[in-house]
Every structure is written in C-alpha cells, then in structure tokens.
C-alpha cells in the first residue's frame, strides 16, 4: 500500500511578523473552536482511501498558540479516519513564547515526535526589527524544555540577509545553533514580500537589507560552517544531522502525493493539484469546496519532477526518472539539459542530474527552463 502525507493548517498568530506574506490571521481567537471542528469534520468526510500516513505535518500561522487540545483531537482524528505507519514523522511548527511546557508535554502524548522551531535569529535586536514576538533567551528556554522532555528531532528555523547582517554576524549565530546541535537545520534567505511590513519599511528607507552579493557569501559561509560540523546538506536550503533529514519535506521534492486540510491548505493527489478556501470564515462555512489548481499533463509532471528533483543536492535520479515516466530525461530535456551543461548551471554525475556551485547562486533560473 503506498504512503502519502497529511499536512493541517493552523493559520492562527498572535502577531504578524514583518517578513510574513503567508495565510496568517492575529485577533481571531474567537473562531479557533469553530475553526478545529471544521477540521475534524473535513477529515472526517474525506472519501479518499487506499494508503497508509507516513508523514503528518502541522503548520501555519502558529500552531503553538492554540489549546494543545486541539493538536490532540486532529492527531487522534486522522488516526481513527486512516492508518498512520507505525513510524511516521508528525512535525509541529512552535514559536517561542508561545509554548511551555505543559504544551510541549501534551504534543510528546498524542505522537508528536518532531519540533520546528521558529529562531529566525540569535540577535534580539533583529528579531524585534523583524517583528518576532520573542527573544533568543526564549527559544533556548523553549529547546531546553523539548530536549528535557525527550524529544530528539528537532529542527530550527533560521534566516539569513536580515537588516543589518554580514558574513560574519552570521558566522557567529550559525555557530550558536550548531553548538545547540539540532537534528535539522532549515535556513532561508529574506525574501521581500509586497504588501509585507517589511517591504514597505524598505521602500521608505527605514530598513537597509545585505545585497545579493552579501547575501551569497553569508549562504556559502553557513553552508561551510554546517558542514564541517557534521550537517549533511540535503536540499538547497536544508541541513540535517545523518538520518534526520526531513521526510516530509523530501515526499514532496519526490513529487509524492499529501492531502491538506485547513483553511488555504494545499493537496496533490490523483495528479491534481487543489487548496482549501483562503480565510476562516470561508472555511468554517465551506470546509469541503476545493479549488482546482492543476491538472497535470504527463508533461507536466515530468517538468515538475526535474524541477522539485533539483532542488536536492543529489539532484534527480536519472534511473528513477525513467522508471516513473519510461523515459530517459537526458533524451526527454535534451535541449534544456544540453544549454545548461554549457552554461555550467547543472552537471551529469554517474546517475544524477544536479545544480553546479554556480547553479546553486542562480537556482530559479535553472528551474525556469522547465516552466
């Protein structure tokens, strides 16, 4: 029977950092109990079946600021609607000060067995410039406790190209969190969202952000510290310690299906691809409307494939490719694979289509000749 995932959407906040251009709402406390029982109601109803869960992902928004009660009931409800491997990975995103220990407790009791936690930054005075709602000292406190509590996966988020940051400041909070030694490691470059606070700080000349170039080399300084201290880069922005890389994350970039539930959730199943209504109140009312996303085409899914494939460090699999489509990629992309090889963005090695060093610098464009 094959596996598929399961990822919820806990789009709920106290505050919106200034960076944050996902569906998030803060001041809605008051529909969180309507909002989890439509939920349960959605898995509930769901009438796709035939696999096993082998990865449960909760996100958002801030999982963590909600009753831990409520992570309980949707945990129990998928296991009493599907079958959940015995081994399965169910990850919950926690913010620090959102969360305790009587939270952290509570997710150790209904399964939980892996924690993302939101750092973003070890320096407090970017994290306040950045809109967090919490400080260095507290996400210490909060991975202090999870490790008390035995949880022994744990992944940190954390960002880089940040107001104010260089080479070096990064050096220094890399090494902070290396000393922590986390399973996992997830750090992505500042993307400037429009609409977000932050883009408009910039725009006034508020906020003075690294260039390109400097964000480069804070990427390739992180990516030699992580690595000579023993983190496997997995994923273009992904470190993990061996075995720990992120299972869920990797069905995606496999183009393995997933069903989401919540509001704005995004499923792939049955070669389609679908979301959940985009505000609360629209879910709570409709939980069970889908908007039709994608269709794929053969062609499309073998674009997608090489496309979500590159963003591993191995690449994509050459005989994996041509035992899911029964066709070679180097003859199926000749001409995309031929300009890039000449451009030096993506090498051949053995069985692996790959990013160069310098694929890596300019990644979307290598992707775009797969659009």
């Not at 000060?97 to 892996?114: A, F, H, M, P």
């Not at 880089?160 to 050096?171: C, F, K, R, Y």
């Not at 390109?212 to 496997?232: F, Q, S, T």
Request: hydrophobic share 35%; aromatic share 12%; proline share 3%.
């Amino acid at each position: 029977m094959k596996e598929i995932g399961i990822y919820i959407h806990i789009p709920y906040c106290k505050k919106k950092c200034h960076y944050c251009d996902f569906i998030s709402f803060s001041g809605k406390e008051e529909t969180q109990n309507k909002y989890i029982e439509a939920i349960l109601k959605e898995i509930s109803e769901c009438t796709y079946t035939g696999f096993n869960i082998g990865t449960i992902y909760i996100g958002g928004g801030t999982p963590s600021i909600i009753d831990p009660a409520y992570i309980t009931k949707i945990i129990a409800k998928i296991r009493e609607k599907f079958i959940v491997s015995q081994n399965a990975e169910i990850t919950i995103e926690v913010n620090p000060g959102t969360v305790d220990r009587e939270k952290l407790l509570e997710y150790k009791k209904s399964g939980i067995n892996r924690l993302s936690i939101g750092l973003q930054s070890t320096d407090n005075a970017i994290l306040k410039q950045i809109g967090r709602i919490h400080t260095y000292e507290q996400f210490k406190e909060t991975y202090d406790t999870a490790r008390e509590l035995g949880f022994d996966n744990i992944n940190v988020d954390f960002m880089i190209a940040l107001p104010e940051e260089d080479e070096w400041s990064i050096a220094i909070q890399i090494s902070e969190i290396i000393n922590l030694k986390p399973e996992h490691i997830s750090c992505y470059s500042l993307i400037l969202e429009e609409g977000t606070e932050l883009k408009r700080l910039v725009d006034e000349g508020a906020v003075t952000l690294p260039s390109d170039e400097e964000e480069r080399k804070m990427y390739w300084k992180m990516k030699e510290l992580l690595e000579e201290n023993g983190y496997e880069h997995y994923e273009i922005s992904n470190f993990s310690l061996p075995g720990h890389r992120s299972r869920h994350n990797m069905d995606c970039w496999t183009q393995k299906e997933y069903l989401g539930f919540g509001t704005a959730a995004h499923s792939y199943f049955n070669g389609k691809r679908f979301s959940s209504p985009k505000t609360i109140e629209e879910y709570i009312v409709d939980y069970n409307k889908k908007e039709i996303e994608e269709e794929q085409t053969s062609e499309s899914m073998k674009k997608e494939y090489i496309m979500l494939g590159l963003r591993k460090i191995e690449g994509v699999s050459i005989s994996e490719f041509e035992r899911k489509f029964q066709i070679n990629p180097l003859f199926y992309f000749r001409f995309e694979i031929s300009k890039l090889v000449d451009e030096e963005l993506i090498e051949i090695d053995l069985d692996n289509i790959k990013l160069t060093k310098k694929g890596l610098d300019v990644a979307n464009i290598v992707w775009e000749e797969f659009v």
